[in-house]
């Protein structure tokens, strides 16, 4: 099964198949396609499985995303970061899948979601004077991500962009770099106004969130192609929860990005 450049499926079983098989997928003397045999009692992964899980992960981060804005909980915005990144941590270094941890994660992202809508909302309607246009500029971030995800998903069923092992080395060392100066400029902002400027609302600002989307895009590619592969593979169904939490990483990634860039437009 070909890598993902995002690490929630860095532990999807791999090496040619279902219970092991390495026969799976190649075609027999007849030319068929040979079916996995049944060496183990786990049901297979179908498609049915990953839609389902992540229906219920995106549930919960919806849910609690809403209480947290209407509650106006901004104050968890950084408990709630650190949080999701030590679960996010524990389920990608996990080699069974835990629906409690995905459940638990979701929870904890949509509180950080809720929380960093409510500052960039009240940060807009203060910037433009207008009450309420936080709000919309938050629907336009939400249709944005919704408008992204189901695009690269007919992107990637038409074929228009393959995925290939050189595509997917890209992406993944260009979140890496990206994820690097995201570091660097967090530790900057530390010693000089606005760090390296990769977060003040400015031309580089604009430029550096349009390269987050752009990655955040491509990587739906990686995922749903890690997905497929898992499905054909035929590897137990419980593993659709470890699909759920790698789409919904994205996902987090992409609307913040947006909402993020949709600020800068309505800034000051």
Do not use: H
């Not at 040979?34 to 919960?60: C, F, N, W, Y």
């Not at 106004?193 to 990686?222: E, Y």
């Amino acid at each position: 099964m070909r890598s993902s450049s995002n690490p929630a499926f860095r532990n999807l079983p791999t090496g040619g198949g279902y219970g092991g098989y390495a026969g799976f997928g190649q075609p027999d003397q007849a030319g068929y396609q040979q079916a996995p045999p049944p060496l183990t009692s786990e049901r297979p992964m179908t498609i049915d499985d990953v839609v389902t899980k992540t229906g219920i992960t995106l549930a919960v981060v919806a849910v609690t995303a809403v209480v947290t804005y209407l509650m106006q909980w901004s104050n968890l915005l950084f408990p709630a970061a650190i949080i999701g990144l030590v679960l996010g941590l524990i389920i990608s270094f996990k080699r069974v899948p835990s629906p409690p941890l995905v459940i638990a994660y979701a929870a904890v992202e949509g509180v950080f979601l809720g929380a960093f809508s409510g500052i960039i909302g009240k940060l807009i309607d203060r910037w433009t004077l207008v009450p309420g246009q936080g709000v919309v500029v938050i629907g336009q971030a939400i249709i944005g991500t919704l408008g992204v995800f189901a695009g690269m998903l007919v992107v990637y069923k038409t074929g228009a962009i393959r995925v290939t092992p050189k595509f997917t080395k890209w992406i993944t060392g260009a979140i890496i770099g990206v994820a690097v100066l995201m570091l660097f400029n967090l530790i900057m902002s530390f010693f000089t106004v606005g760090g390296l400027g990769l977060r003040n609302g400015g031309t580089l600002a604009i430029i550096f969130s349009l390269v987050c989307i752009g990655l955040a895009a491509f990587s739906f590619l990686i995922d749903f192609d890690a997905a497929d592969q898992a499905i054909r593979a035929g590897v137990p169904a419980k593993y659709a929860w470890q699909i759920a939490f790698g789409l919904t990483v994205t996902l987090v990634w992409l609307y913040t990005e947006i909402l993020r860039l949709l600020s800068y437009f309505n800034s000051d």
